[in-house]
Nanobody
Framework: QVQLVESGGGLVQPGGSLRLSCVVS????????MGWYRHAPGQQRLLIAS???????DYEDSVKGRFTISKDNAKNTLYLQMNSLKSEDTAVYYC??????????WGQGTRVTVSS
C-alpha cells in the first residue's frame, strides 16, 4: 500500500512562510499528477495546488501567487512552498493524487496554523 507522509507544518505569524514536504513510498509522483489539499475547520477538503508529470502547475485562486508546488522525482517527494501566509490558510495539509484519479489512502497530514 502506498504511504503518504506529510511534514513541515507548524505555527507561523501572518506574512510568514513554510515549506511542506510529502514523501511517497513508491514512484508515484513521476507517473501521476499530484496535488496538495487542505482541510480547514468547518470546511471540506480542498485541492489547492497540483503538478503534472511534466511539471505543469495549477492553483486554487486563494493561493495563486503565494504558494508554489514542486517535486523531486528522484526523492519521491512533493513540496509546497507557502509564502505570505494568512490566517485563512490555517488547515491540515495533505498530499495525494489529483482527484481526477481514485485517491490513495490519506496520510496523517501536517497542521499549519497562521496566527499572531
Amino acid at each position: 500500500q502506498v504511504q503518504l507522509v506529510e511534514s513541515g507544518g507548524g505555527l507561523v505569524q501572518p506574512g510568514g512562510s513554510l515549506r511542506l514536504s510529502c514523501v511517497v513510498s513508491e514512484e508515484i509522483i513521476r507517473r501521476y499528477t499530484m496535488g496538495w489539499y487542505r482541510h480547514a475547520p468547518g470546511q471540506q477538503r480542498l485541492l489547492i495546488a497540483s503538478i503534472t508529470t511534466s511539471g505543469s502547475t495549477d492553483y486554487e485562486d486563494s493561493v495563486k501567487g503565494r504558494f508554489t508546488i514542486s517535486k523531486d522525482n528522484a526523492k519521491n517527494t512533493l513540496y509546497l512552498q507557502m509564502n505570505s501566509l494568512k490566517s485563512e490558510d490555517t488547515a491540515v495539509y495533505y498530499c495525494n493524487l489529483h482527484y481526477s484519479r481514485p485517491l490513495l489512502s490519506w496520510g496523517q497530514g501536517t497542521r499549519v496554523t497562521v496566527s499572531s
